[in-house]
């Protein structure tokens, strides 16, 4: 079991990652009038008897509100919802929400505890590999407009998160690559030995292989936000190949998964950064390597047509044009002028795009 003791801003979390995490946190400590918990449909189904373990920690003062599973069910109507039952049930200040489920359940509790009674705390669990490697981690949640993705929401960190790897073992395999496509990530712009550990043991499935790449990807992403919360710089690195990831899901209605449309993100963006030169072309193509191994990205191609009017919404955009995270090396990304985002003509996207499908990769 391993414990991490976070302090951001000043809010205070406790990380607890390992096998059977929710049987050694306690819930008592945090003093709670009475609990919430936002349930993913599926994951209540397929974990149930660690949710079971759950229901029966936090005692009699429960509520249960089951979300259907997916993006689509990421949106406004969900949170009104949400909070429109905690009124009815006469939820005061000291209630604290608990989202069960992935990254999807974890935004739509978390954006709901902070504008619930101006706020309240709130508590993750997260059962999907994604959301263990990054969603829970470092305060971002919000909801969909049909105009784009992540439109709506606020920063607000969690009291603690608790990470059951045990809930790993019954994922199906796209969505064991959603969350690796994210560790790629973290080890392409600032963990060269993650990235180095994932190329070595790419195949390995284990408890151990699992505990690792969670555990450090919770340390590089907590030392970004640690440092820049709000987003004002520096943390816009996190979202390397989200530019191109997110139009990608909103443009497909959200039916290529996270994992690959992240995958094909990176492997764009990163393109790009080679043409502008600060990405080593030899280090690009050990990225992209990497993401068809684990991600098998490769059936997709990306129309930049479709795709503008969701670049123009992104919130890293400038007066219409978007700008794009560019790795310097494996381990390292690229600054311009003391920023970390590279504003990129739409012509240049076109061109550059196409040629990355022309490789057919």
Request: with cysteine.
């Amino acid at each position: 079991m391993k414990q991490i003791f976070a302090k951001i801003g000043d809010k205070k979390c406790t990380i607890v990652i390992g096998a059977n995490a929710i049987r050694h946190f306690s819930f008592n400590r945090l003093g709670a009038s009475g609990f919430v918990v936002v349930a993913d449909m599926r994951a209540k189904k397929h974990l149930a008897s660690i949710f079971g373990l759950l229901v029966k920690k936090l005692g009699k003062n429960l509520i249960v509100i089951e979300i259907k599973n997916g993006e689509r069910a990421k949106n406004i109507a969900t949170v009104e919802r949400i909070c429109r039952i905690m009124a009815r049930s006469n939820c005061d200040r000291d209630a604290v929400i608990i989202s069960f489920g992935g990254g999807v359940v974890g935004d739509i509790a978390g954006f709901s505890a902070s504008i619930y009674h101006r706020c309240i705390r709130y508590v993750h669990i997260p059962t999907t590999l994604l959301a263990q490697v990054d969603s829970s981690i470092g305060g971002k949640t919000g909801v969909n407009l049909p105009e784009g993705k992540n439109l709506m929401g606020s920063i607000y960190q969690p009291s603690a998160v608790i990470m059951d790897t045990s809930a790993l073992k019954t994922l199906p395999k796209q969505e064991i690559n959603n969350g690796l496509a994210e560790a790629i990530k973290y080890g392409v712009i600032g963990d060269k030995a993650l990235f180095r550990f994932l190329e070595r043991n790419a195949l390995r499935r284990d408890a151990h292989f699992f505990q690792h790449i969670i555990v450090q990807s919770c340390i590089f992403k907590l030392s970004v936000v640690k440092k820049d919360e709000r987003e004002t710089n520096l943390r816009y690195i996190l979202n390397y190949g989200h530019t191109m990831g997110h139009a990608i899901e909103a443009a497909s209605q959200y039916r290529i998964p996270h994992g690959k449309a992240i995958a094909l993100g990176m492997i764009y963006e990163g393109y790009l950064a080679v043409v502008f030169g600060s990405f080593p072309y030899n280090d690009w193509v050990r990225q992209t390597n990497l993401l068809k191994r684990i991600c098998a990205p490769s059936d997709v191609a990306v129309r930049p047509p479709s795709l503008i009017d969701f670049f123009r919404r992104d919130k890293k955009s400038t007066c219409g044009e978007p700008r794009f995270v560019f790795p310097s090396r494996i381990g390292s990304v690229a600054r311009h002028r003391g920023l970390y985002l590279h504003a990129v003509p739409r012509d240049a996207l076109y061109r550059e795009f196409q040629v990355v499908n022309d490789m057919k990769i």
